[in-house]
Nanobody
Framework: QVQVVESGGGLVQPGGSLRLSCAAS????????MGWYRQAPGKQRELVAT???????HYADSVKGRFTIPRDNNKNTVYLQMNSLKPEDTAVYYC???????????????WGQGTQVTVSS
């Protein structure tokens, strides 16, 4: 079993910053990509940023230049540093991890429970 747990959400004023954390634990041989997605009320879940185990990061156009997605492979942890936050960034943010549980197996998608981010004055 693998657990993916997010933390760090909350209420922040427009223009402010927030840092989300996501840690994967349990039966883990390796983790391929990790990423952040978000879902605003009445909207579909959308990709925010992803980072492979090695390689280039990818950002949604709406967050480029404002968000970064550093990763600590030793801790099986990924972060989302959010700067210059806007009201339209308000959403539940979900972490995703492509986890290989045993050598030779294909990765399986694991999701966290989500953490609420609200940008409002």
């Amino acid at each position: 079993q693998v657990q993916v747990v997010e933390s760090g959400g909350g209420l922040v004023q427009p223009g402010g910053s927030l840092r989300l954390s996501c840690a994967a634990s349990g039966s883990i041989f390796s983790i391929w990509a990790m990423g952040w997605y978000r879902q605003a009320p009445g909207k579909q879940r959308e990709l925010v940023a992803t980072i492979p185990s090695g390689g280039r990061t990818h950002y949604a156009d709406s967050v480029k230049g404002r968000f970064t997605i550093p990763r600590d492979n030793n801790k099986n942890t990924v972060y989302l540093q959010m700067n210059s936050l806007k009201p339209e960034d308000t959403a539940v943010y979900y972490c995703n991890a492509d986890v290989v549980e045993k050598r030779g197996l294909l990765p399986y998608d694991y999701w966290g429970q989500g953490t609420q981010v609200t940008v409002s004055s």
